[in-house]
């Protein structure tokens, strides 16, 4: 995998995605509310106090080289209620206005931003192939990642090159997906969701966490780019090739009416239909480590 020699700062470094990112960096700095956690984790790291609730202090960014902007509430946790919505929202739109608003004050700032999106952006959309020229969709979490997308983008009036990160279900072993997901298909109670014909753009970490690498060095890449493997697969495909992986049984699809029931609105992003290619990443060159999913699950499972 590549690694960064660079100075770079990561805000959201002790989430799922952080985590492997950081070990990755020569030089990071982990920006968080809560030094002590971070301390804990990482050990004898260099640490900033990162508060996304109000300004930010340019002075969070001296010295540093680039941005990996990672910093945002979960999607998955939670019943979609009224403040729930507004927390998704705020902590990735607002959140990114004010740290974008602190590198406009600052004399001399970071070279580049990369910055988290999903491809939420594009919306339920069959099997419709994706690329990173695709119109984006109408539903709450596609406005949420226009809007996110929009205010990284405004770091460019101050000369920093941005990347946004189009990131689909990320898989791996200490978190993500695959967390929520094994305990059930290992008791052979797995099954896919709805009518199973969905499409998942799926990643291992260890490729996402290489595609943000290469944007903050490649100095051709810039806006949009879709963090996804090449090979999209649909839910039915996904359970199945886990149940092998696994080799457990998996025999009990969950409704679609039962899954709005349980989950609420949170039940259309799990039965939404985005089938994403990965086009940037590979123009720039990016070679996977999984670009199938077997491989993905057999190294994790």
Not at 38 to 44: A, N, Q, V
Not at 48 to 73: C, K, M, Y
Request: charged share 20%; glycine share 12%.
């Amino acid at each position: 995998m590549e690694s960064v020699s660079m100075k770079s700062l990561v805000t959201g470094g002790t989430g799922f995605v952080g985590r492997h990112l950081v070990a990755q960096l020569a030089r990071p700095v982990v920006a968080g509310r809560n030094p002590k956690k971070i301390r804990h984790l990482f050990g004898e790291i260099e640490s900033r106090v990162w508060n996304s609730t109000g300004a930010i202090d340019p002075g969070l960014f001296d010295g540093v080289d680039a941005v990996f902007h990672l910093a945002g509430e979960s999607v998955a946790k939670g019943r979609w209620n009224t403040a729930k919505k507004h927390q998704i929202r705020f902590s990735r739109v607002e959140s990114t206005r004010q740290l974008v608003a602190a590198l406009g004050r600052m004399d001399r700032p970071p070279r580049t931003l990369v910055c988290a999106s999903a491809i939420g952006y594009y919306g339920d959309r069959g099997a419709e192939w994706l690329s990173e020229s695709a119109s984006a969709g109408t539903d709450f979490l596609a406005g949420v990642c226009q809007e996110w997308e929009q205010e990284a983008a405004r770091a460019a009036e101050f000369g920093v090159r941005v990347v946004s990160v189009r990131t689909g279900m990320v898989l791996g072993r200490d978190g993500g997906a695959l967390q929520q997901m094994l305990p059930l298909f290992r008791l052979g109670l797995g099954g896919w969701l709805g009518n199973g014909r969905q499409y998942l753009s799926w990643i291992h970490v260890q490729d996402l966490v290489g595609i943000m690498l290469r944007a903050a060095q490649d100095q051709t890449l810039q806006g949009p780019v879709n963090g996804v493997a090449p090979g999209a697969v649909t839910n039915r495909e996904l359970t199945r090739i886990l149940a092998r992986v696994l080799r457990r049984p998996a025999l009990l699809p969950v409704p679609a009416l039962a899954l709005r029931l349980i989950l609420g609105e949170f039940a259309s992003v799990l039965l939404g239909s985005q089938r994403v290619r990965p086009d940037k990443a590979l123009a720039a060159g990016y070679v996977f480590a999984f670009p199938e999913l077997k491989q993905a699950l057999a190294d994790i499972v």
